[in-house]
């Protein structure tokens, strides 16, 4: 089997796949997409909030991207850990609830929600930030865009096409490649110039000065630059999708997400520094992104260039796919512990969870929206959640380390500690420094989201205490029930449904409401001819005529009380409402009847009790 | 009784009324609004049209307006036979039908409808267009203010409150006297200068010409002030409403409204010429409609125009109304006679034809929305059905008079004649002179309408064909039908589901439909615990149970399948499908809930005969 077959047969839904494993090479697209992707607008998130600083805020992109490869690094060692521990799949909120409790559980759910809803905006929105830099004309459409894009994705996770392996894995190593050389080759040149590279194609002049440099700047900048730091989670989430043996083939699957991951912010920093690149106001006509501005400046616009940028774009827009892979599946889990409903564990007609996808589209397109598609404006609301369930997740792996406490177990707790306090410290810094642009937000929707989740449980409790039950069935006995059938002037339909009645039971009642207005003829004046007859000639009970005479505004009221009374008057028999029923050939055709019989039906259904039971006689219209 | 009692009890609702009866004094603003507040708009169209011809286009208004006033003059004639003819009320669609046959009736019907449309949003936006030539600075808000009193109007006639005669007697007379003084003054200041009357507000100069005059405007502008001419048939419509003696009542109303009408036309056209009056640019600044500039011109912008004004603005909204309370009336006639869904003849809560209501309002808004809110544009529109109303409304009484070939019948043939002659020959002109324009889009409009009309009624034709009958009913003989039970897992809902048909017959089928995936329990696991044991205990046949499997894709297909069959099998007797039916506390508890049941029935009543019965048992959930 060639490679390309193995590959084919991968897509990111053979997650689910039981049987078929990977090894690190499709790993590091199916899982580390969403990672990989986040080095090329982690970096131009941080730049741009350097751009009130001019070319003076160019040198601290250094440091900043020290930090939050440091921090990295300490993520990677305490998911590392996670992947040991969990070689089930360690999801953020499967590690919190197990380990902290439900509620940390659901707060991790609802930070990864948000995560992944935003994940889809920020992942678009990037690839076509990245696409209009390249190609300036297509600026103006930058929403339509993002809109089309999100569209083909929402159609084709709802159509369950399992995309081959390929799809995600040309990109991928594509992006790799091309991203490496570019750093390569640009380092080389640098070094070649004694640190002074000159641009084949030079970046536009990086404005002047507007402030000076401050600690609020660059906590800012800092905190913009961690969603670099995001998707690196997935890999412990996907552990059971590796062949045996399955965690050292999934560490070293993280292992590679993560050093190609710190080869590219550490170049891209250094190298965006060397040409002296800044941002450039997203939005704005000139915005080019930082990678397009990089990749332009090491080999200018020739095809590599455009090649570069094809990867990218791919790559981002792919990212927005990891959250459609999961987004549905987290749902799933929550509607099996009985969090959200229960149709978000229902398996659409094309076997993928169709009603989790729709939403994420949905709100992942009023996100891209209401934020005019601009990346830039998402991000602080993007951060927020995914260090939350970093956290939640990793303090989790402490509380497990010490429920376990095997061998050496100190030391892993320690290291998962590490990883808390790191990201935890990160998150508190992240939410402060953005609070106003928009991580209030963040922090508003999640304890609702999270109120949300509890009172859906409490309703399914609710529902479960009340129609659960283990007792064996009582047999009531045989009664025929009193059948009512609301008549309008005398048709066939009429007749099917006192047809239905007169087969079922000997008591029944014909009710006709009759407004002063209406034209509709008087049963009663033909009752005896057309029912009374026929009924005493064959010698059994006729059905009773009740007329009710009703006003315009509560057509039905009458009717509504009559059945009540007859219910309460015969607490042991069943009420058997026949209504009659229109069936018509097409369905367009429905527009020109009045809903009467549903609305009476839905009337029924609230104001009567248990035994009142409401049938439809279809009589089926032909051409 | 005073006058003002005997007017406060007169709204335009009291067509309505049987019983009170009005005189000419209130016929002329209940009937007339219409047609008098086309003095309003007519001229300025027509002016509008002469803007390329400069200066030398005023001279022009002149003969056109003498044109005019013709016509008017012989539909005059033509329509007080019509009210002689038809005391019982003489509606283009009645007459139309009952002597040319239904087909014109339907064509003279939706004429008529989109007349209605036309003159709401003509109306409003007339009115809206003065009230910004007084308070320019309202000009930006002309959308805004169009729909908010399309908004307004559509409230007051969907709550039904009978507006007091007084709301359309008082702008009337306000509007004829103020109006009426303007023409009077005018007039006097013209012949005592000579025929050079001096403006106290000098109206805008007529901008130079940019065209000669030609055969080809003269006949547009022609067309355009055509629309002075709508609103005249509304006597004959409301012949009913008049005290006795009924038809010279009506007649002298008629008359009264005509005199006035070519006292208007024909004083707004001299006196725009004397003055040296030009339309301006509908929709550009400084826009300014022709009355305003009248009115300012005679007596300057003092609290005498601001009165004047507010008049104009009064009667051109209520001329809106004039729709509001026919065109519901015109749908419930053709719902009568099942033209269109029977639910235009059904009196909503407030006692109105609400459905009619609504669905002018939004055919009037789109209609305001897509022409900007601008008269002029809406006119071409405007005229093409209101004239093919009046042909075919006087065609038919050329017919009436050959059918009935009373004393002096040839006379009265001949003016309808010269009347259908004269609108018909107009009808031409303003089709074809305003075709590009819009007029058009009527005629593309109108057969489609046509069409509509005639398919609502083929299909209503088709269902009383299919479900009539006179025959009496055949008793069946009772026989037990075999109960289906769609079940889930054992729980209290399922219990009660099963004993509803346990009740019923003996003869029950539980069917569970279960797929490979699913953790529901199997309930053949404690079936004979649960339902075999007590079954036996009692001594009756036991319930079958029946296990389908099915796929997701298609989750009711076994189960509709397996209702078929039971259904085939067993010709003389009903199938009862139960399906357990949870109902709710609160509306919004029901997202938490798969629609499944409700899928279901739909499913089984498309798919099954009319011996298949649904039934859902409902469960209510307490809080």
Same mark, same amino acid.
Not at 114 to 135: E, F, K, T
Not at 179 to 194: E, P, Q, W, Y
Not at 284 to 308: D, H, K, N, P
Not at 529 to 546: E, F, Q, T, V
């Given at each position: 089997?060639?490679?390309?077959?193995?590959?084919?047969?991968?897509?990111?839904?053979?997650?689910? /796949?039981?049987?078929?494993?990977?090894?690190?090479?499709?790993?590091?697209?199916?899982?580390?997409?969403?990672?990989?992707?986040?080095?090329?607008?982690?970096?131009?998130?941080?730049?741009?909030?350097?751009?009130?600083?001019?070319?003076?805020?160019?040198?601290?992109?250094?440091?900043?991207?020290?930090?939050?490869?440091?921090?990295?690094?300490?993520?990677?060692?305490?998911?590392?850990?996670?992947?040991?521990?969990?070689?089930?799949?360690?999801?953020?909120?499967?590690?919190?609830?197990?380990?902290?409790?439900?509620?940390?559980?659901?707060?991790?759910?609802?930070?990864?929600?948000?995560?992944?809803?935003?994940?889809?905006?920020?992942?678009?929105?990037?690839?076509?930030?990245?696409?209009?830099?390249?190609?300036?004309?297509?600026?103006?459409?930058? %929403?339509?865009?993002?809109?089309?894009?999100?569209?083909?994705?929402?159609?084709?996770?709802?159509?369950?096409?399992?995309?081959?392996?390929?799809?995600?894995?040309?990109?991928?190593?594509?992006?790799?490649?091309?991203?490496?050389?570019?750093?390569?080759?640009?380092?080389?040149?640098?070094?070649?110039?004694?640190?002074?590279?000159?641009? #084949?194609?030079?970046?536009?002049?990086?404005? /002047?000065?507007?402030?000076?440099?401050?600690?609020?700047?660059?906590?800012?900048?800092?905190?913009?630059?961690?969603?670099? =730091?995001?998707?690196?989670?997935?890999?412990?989430?996907?552990?059971?999708?590796?062949?045996?043996?399955?965690?050292?083939?999934?560490?070293?699957?993280? +292992?590679?997400?993560?050093?190609?991951?710190?080869?590219?912010?550490?170049?891209?920093?250094?190298?965006?520094?060397?040409?002296?690149?800044?941002?450039?106001?997203?939005?704005?006509?000139?915005?080019?992104?930082?990678?397009?501005?990089?990749?332009?400046?090491?080999?200018?616009?020739?095809?590599?260039?455009?090649?570069?940028?094809?990867?990218?774009?791919?790559?981002?827009? =792919?990212?927005?796919?990891?959250?459609?892979?999961?987004?549905?599946?987290?749902?799933?889990?929550?509607?099996?512990?009985?969090?959200?409903?229960?149709?978000?564990?229902?398996?659409?007609?094309?076997?993928?969870?169709?009603?989790?996808?729709?939403?994420?589209?949905?709100?992942?397109?009023?996100?891209?929206?209401?934020?005019?598609?601009?990346?830039?404006?998402?991000?602080?609301?993007?951060?927020?959640?995914?260090?939350?369930?970093?956290?939640?997740?990793?303090?989790?792996?402490?509380?497990?380390?010490?429920?376990?406490?095997?061998?050496?177990?100190?030391?892993?707790?320690?290291?998962?500690?590490?990883?808390?306090?790191?990201?935890?410290? +990160?998150?508190?810094?992240?939410?402060?420094?953005?609070?106003?642009?928009? /991580?209030?937000?963040?922090?508003?929707?999640?304890?609702?989201?999270?109120?949300?989740?509890?009172?859906?449980?409490?309703?399914?409790?609710?529902?479960?205490?009340?129609?659960?039950?283990?007792?064996?069935?009582?047999?009531?006995?045989?009664?025929?029930?009193?059948? #009512?059938?609301?008549?309008?002037?005398?048709?066939?339909?009429?007749?099917?449904?006192?047809?239905?009645?007169?087969?079922?039971?000997?008591?029944?009642?014909?009710?006709?409401?009759?407004?002063?207005?209406?034209?509709?003829?008087?049963?009663?004046?033909?009752?005896?001819?057309?029912?009374?007859?026929?009924?005493?000639?064959?010698?059994?009970?006729?059905?009773?005529?009740?007329?009710?005479?009703?006003?315009?505004?509560?057509?039905?009221?009458?009717?509504?009380?009559?059945?009540?009374?007859?219910?309460?008057?015969?607490?042991?028999?069943?009420?058997?409402?026949?209504?009659?029923?229109?069936?018509?050939? *097409?369905?367009?055709?429905?527009?020109? *009847?009045?809903?009467?019989?549903?609305?009476?039906? %839905?009337?029924?259904?609230?104001?009567?009790?248990?035994?009142?039971?409401?049938?439809?006689?279809?009589?089926?219209?032909?051409?």
């Amino acid at each position: 089997m060639s490679v390309l077959d193995v590959l084919l047969g991968r897509p990111l839904s053979s997650r689910e /796949a039981e049987g078929e494993h990977i090894g690190p090479l499709a790993g590091v697209p199916v899982l580390g997409l969403d990672a990989l992707s986040s080095a090329a607008y982690g970096p131009e998130a941080a730049l741009t909030l350097l751009l009130p600083l001019g070319a003076m805020g160019l040198p601290y992109i250094g440091p900043i991207s020290a930090l939050i490869i440091a921090i990295l690094a300490i993520v990677y060692v305490s998911y590392r850990q996670t992947i040991a521990a969990y070689p089930g799949g360690g999801g953020s909120y499967t590690v919190a609830k197990e380990n902290l409790g439900p509620r940390y559980g659901l707060l991790a759910g609802a930070a990864l929600s948000l995560d992944y809803i935003l994940n889809v905006a920020v992942g678009i929105s990037a690839g076509v930030g990245a696409l209009v830099s390249a190609i300036p004309s297509l600026l103006p459409h930058t %929403m339509s865009l993002c809109l089309l894009i999100l569209g083909l994705l929402t159609l084709i996770n709802l159509r369950g096409t399992r995309e081959s392996g390929l799809v995600f894995m040309l990109p991928t190593y594509a992006f790799v490649g091309t991203l490496g050389t570019v750093i390569v080759v640009g380092l080389a040149r640098s070094i070649a110039s004694h640190g002074h590279p000159v641009a #084949v194609t030079v970046p536009p002049t990086v404005p /002047a000065a507007t402030q000076v440099a401050s600690i609020w700047i660059l906590v800012r900048a800092f905190a913009s630059g961690c969603t670099a =730091l995001t998707g690196v989670e997935a890999v412990s989430n996907g552990v059971p999708l590796f062949r045996k043996p399955t965690v050292p083939l999934a560490q070293r699957t993280l +292992t590679a997400i993560i050093a190609i991951l710190v080869v590219l912010l550490g170049g891209i920093a250094y190298l965006s520094y060397a040409y002296h690149i800044g941002a450039t106001t997203p939005g704005e006509a000139g915005y080019q992104s930082v990678l397009s501005m990089l990749v332009a400046a090491v080999f200018g616009r020739g095809i590599f260039y455009y090649f570069t940028i094809g990867a990218v774009v791919a790559v981002l827009a =792919l990212s927005a796919n990891t959250s459609f892979a999961d987004f549905p599946r987290l749902c799933r889990v929550l509607a099996n512990d009985r969090y959200v409903p229960g149709s978000f564990a229902v398996r659409g007609r094309r076997l993928v969870f169709s009603q989790g996808i729709i939403l994420l589209a949905v709100l992942a397109g009023v996100l891209l929206v209401a934020f005019g598609g601009i990346t830039d404006r998402l991000i602080p609301l993007f951060a927020v959640g995914a260090f939350l369930a970093f956290t939640l997740s990793q303090a989790g792996m402490v509380r497990h380390w010490w429920r376990v406490r095997g061998h050496g177990w100190l030391r892993s707790a320690v290291v998962n500690a590490s990883g808390a306090a790191a990201t935890g410290i +990160t998150l508190v810094v992240v939410a402060v420094s953005k609070f106003t642009e928009g /991580a209030w937000l963040t922090m508003v929707v999640m304890p609702l989201l999270l109120l949300f989740f509890l009172g859906v449980n409490r309703h399914y409790l609710r529902v479960s205490r009340q129609i659960g039950t283990i007792a064996p069935l009582e047999l009531p006995g045989r009664h025929d029930p009193i059948a #009512v059938v609301a008549a309008g002037s005398w048709s066939k339909l009429t007749q099917q449904a006192l047809k239905f009645a007169l087969r079922l039971t000997e008591d029944v009642y014909v009710v006709q409401v009759r407004t002063e207005r209406d034209s509709i003829e008087d049963l009663a004046d033909n009752w005896d001819l057309l029912i009374g007859n026929p009924a005493r000639a064959a010698g059994i009970a006729a059905p009773k005529l009740i007329t009710l005479c009703s006003d315009v505004r509560l057509f039905f009221k009458p009717f509504v009380d009559f059945v009540v009374s007859l219910e309460e008057a015969h607490p042991d028999r069943d009420v058997v409402v026949v209504i009659p029923d229109l069936v018509m050939t *097409h369905w367009y055709e429905n527009i020109l *009847h009045n809903n009467r019989g549903a609305f009476l039906r %839905m009337v029924l259904r609230t104001r009567c009790g248990a035994r009142t039971i409401v049938v439809n006689t279809p009589f089926h219209l032909h051409d």
